[in-house]
C-alpha cells in the first residue's frame, strides 16, 4: 500500500521560508514522478511543482517559479519542496502526490494527506 506522509508546514512571516518533506513508502519511487498541489480555503486545489522519477526534470506553476525548488531523495524516499520568499497568497494546505508527470492532478494516482503552510503578513 502507498504511502506518502507530508511534513514541515507551519506558521511563517511573510517573506521567510519553509521546507516542506514527504516520506515515501510501498512503491518503487525512483518510478514515479512527485508532485506538490496547495489547496486554499474556498478554492479548487491547485498545480505547484513536479519532479521526474530520476530528478532531472522539474516543472513550476508561473505563481512559484523563482521562489519554490522542488528536489527529491531517491535513497531516502523522499521529496522536498523549498519555499522561499513567501507570500500570504501562498497560504494553503499543501499535499504531495506521487504518479506521472504533469501539471494535472489527475495523473497522480497517490497522495498525502496534506500539511498546513500558513503566511502571516
Known amino acids: 500500500q502507498v504511502q506518502l506522509v507530508e511534513s514541515g508546514g507551519g506558521l511563517v512571516q511573510a517573506g521567510g521560508s519553509l521546507r516542506l518533506s514527504c516520506a515515501a513508502s510501498?512503491?518503487?519511487?525512483?518510478?514515479?514522478?512527485m508532485g506538490w498541489f496547495r489547496q486554499a480555503p474556498g478554492k479548487e486545489r491547485e498545480f505547484v511543482a513536479t519532479?521526474?522519477?530520476?530528478?532531472?526534470?522539474?516543472t513550476y506553476s508561473d505563481s512559484v517559479k523563482g521562489r519554490f525548488t522542488i528536489s527529491r531523495d531517491n535513497a531516502k524516499n523522499t521529496v522536498y519542496l523549498q519555499m522561499n520568499s513567501l507570500k500570504p497568497e501562498d497560504t494553503a494546505v499543501y499535499y504531495c502526490?506521487?504518479?506521472?508527470?504533469?501539471?494535472?492532478?489527475?495523473?497522480?494516482?497517490?497522495w498525502g494527506r496534506g500539511t498546513q503552510v500558513t503566511v502571516s503578513s
Open positions: 502526490a506521487g504518479g506521472f508527470y504533469g501539471s494535472r492532478s489527475e495523473r497522480y494516482p497517490y
Open positions: 510501498g512503491r518503487t519511487f525512483s518510478a514515479d514522478a
Open positions: 519532479i521526474s522519477g530520476s530528478g532531472g526534470t522539474t
